[in-house]
């Protein structure tokens, strides 16, 4: 007689739910006393060195509506391409400049705006240089698993076309899904989670 093993199930997988948002933006969401700010509200203080920016966007799902109650996290260098992390041993970092930034979509109109500097140019893992850009990490009811992506500047046309991640992407056409659009100091970075011109995730 075979013996029963009497394995446990495989507990079934939930979505965030919108309590990610809730839980991170406490204070946007009217939960007052958690903390006096959210944490990465500000990257930047009047000392902070190099060319200050905005960087805004929104969040767009599948059927192109917009979503309301996303989080985003952006990560980057400073101005002279050194992180913010004990991992990066290459010199010292701005210690005006944080590198982190947290942001709630509006639910209003689905914006997110970050107020940072532009960074600089950081090393590739086999020493070639990338061009500047920042990480983008995206969190909202319905996605399993936070999705991180990358926004590149537009006027970087040089160093875009020898960024080693940029070059991996097999269809060319979709590489402008990472570059922003330009208007003075201010980016705008719209991420598409599906459909037509579907934003570049990666992997890592």
């Known amino acids: 007689m075979v013996q029963q093993l009497g394995y446990l199930k495989e507990t079934p997988s939930q979505t965030a739910g919108p309590y990610v948002h809730i839980g991170l ?42 979503v309301r109650d996303a989080v985003i996290e952006i990560w980057q ?21 944080s590198g982190w930034g947290r942001c709630a979509t509006r639910a209003d109109d689905g914006v997110f705006v970050f107020d940072t500097i532009k960074p600089g140019r950081v090393p590739f893992k086999d020493g070639r ?30 160093a875009n076309k020898t960024d080693p991640l940029l070059m991996r992407i097999e269809q060319k056409e979709r590489v402008d899904t990472l570059i922003a659009t330009r208007e003075g100091s201010t980016y705008t970075f719209d991420i598409r989670l599906q459909g037509d011109r579907e934003t570049v995730f990666l992997d890592i």
Not at 139 to 156: C, D, K, Q, S, W
């Open 129 to 158: 240089e990338m061009a500047p850009h920042i990480t983008f990490w995206i969190v909202a009811r319905g996605i399993n698993i936070g999705l991180h992506t990358r926004m590149y500047f537009p006027e970087e046309t040089e």
């Open 25 to 66: 933006t406490p204070n946007v969401c009217d939960i007052n006393g958690v903390y006096e700010a959210d944490l990465g509200t500000v990257m930047v203080n009047d000392k902070t060195l190099g060319e200050r920016i905005s960087v805004s966007g929104r969040v767009f799902d599948g059927a192109g509506a917009l």
């Open 77 to 97: 260098a400073d101005s002279a391409g050194l992180y913010n992390s004990p991992s990066d041993m290459r010199g010292t970092t701005d210690p005006n400049f």
